[in-house]
């Protein structure tokens, strides 16, 4: 895929409109029932940029990002203001904040993920942009070093122990996240005029899967 590992300015972002898309498939039987279904086994994040935008160097900021993504071609970073921490939106991310995998003795490579909960069901979500130097680190409560006791791949999300986690040990992670995304059009349209009277240019964003 192409993709480039570079962050939409995040003052652009801020402001903007957006989040999770689901796709269901909805067929209403004879006796008034209903079967549902989803193909798709995670959620697709959709986003409106242009709502942000707040003066003419911010549609120059933004051209320019544009013309360097070559339109629809490449991917980059996005960072959701709504959705982008391991915790609560407020708290700092710590290593425990969320149980990634478990181990057994043998296994090194652990990919980042994010639990959603809400009453008995949950959401795993895989996190595959980590924040260069966000991401905390532990395995059975003890909080580990990056850089001698594991390696993170932040194109990726994977992270890398230096010695397998002890069988049966719970592994934690804790960080920031962006959203691999592209933009949904190749054409910006922006009137200086229009601009100026407080009509913005839409500018759609959609994930990718990665």
């Known amino acids: ?26 067929v209403t039987l004879a006796n008034g029932f209903e079967e549902r279904n989803s193909p798709w086994a995670h959620a697709r994040r959709r986003y409106d940029a242009g709502i942000a935008m707040r003066s ?14 070559q339109g629809q071609l490449y991917g980059f970073r996005w960072k959701d203001w ?25 296994r090194r490579t652990f990919p980042l ?25 532990g395995v059975q409560r003890a909080q580990l070093a990056e850089g001698v006791d594991f390696e993170v791949d932040t194109a990726t999300g994977i992270v890398t122990f230096e010695t397998p986690p002890d069988r049966d040990a719970i592994v934690y992670a804790g960080f920031e996240f962006d959203v691999p995304v592209r933009f949904d059009t190749d054409r910006i349209q922006v009137s200086v005029a229009s601009f100026k009277a407080g009509d913005v240019p839409s500018v759609p964003i959609v994930e990718v899967r990665v």
């Open 56 to 69: 003419l160097d911010d549609i120059e900021t933004l051209i320019a990002f544009f013309e360097a993504r």
């Open 82 to 106: 709504a959705d982008y921490k391991s915790c609560a939106s407020l708290a700092d991310p710590a290593f425990e904040d969320q149980a990634i995998g478990v181990g057994d003795g043998v």
């Open 1 to 26: 895929m192409d993709f480039h590992e570079v962050r939409f300015p995040a003052s652009l972002s801020f402001g903007s409109v957006g989040g999770p898309e689901r796709r269901t498939e909805i």
């Open 113 to 137: 993920s994010k639990t959603y909960r809400s009453g008995a069901q949950d959401y795993v979500r895989p996190v595959t942009k980590p924040l260069a130097g966000s991401v905390r680190v």
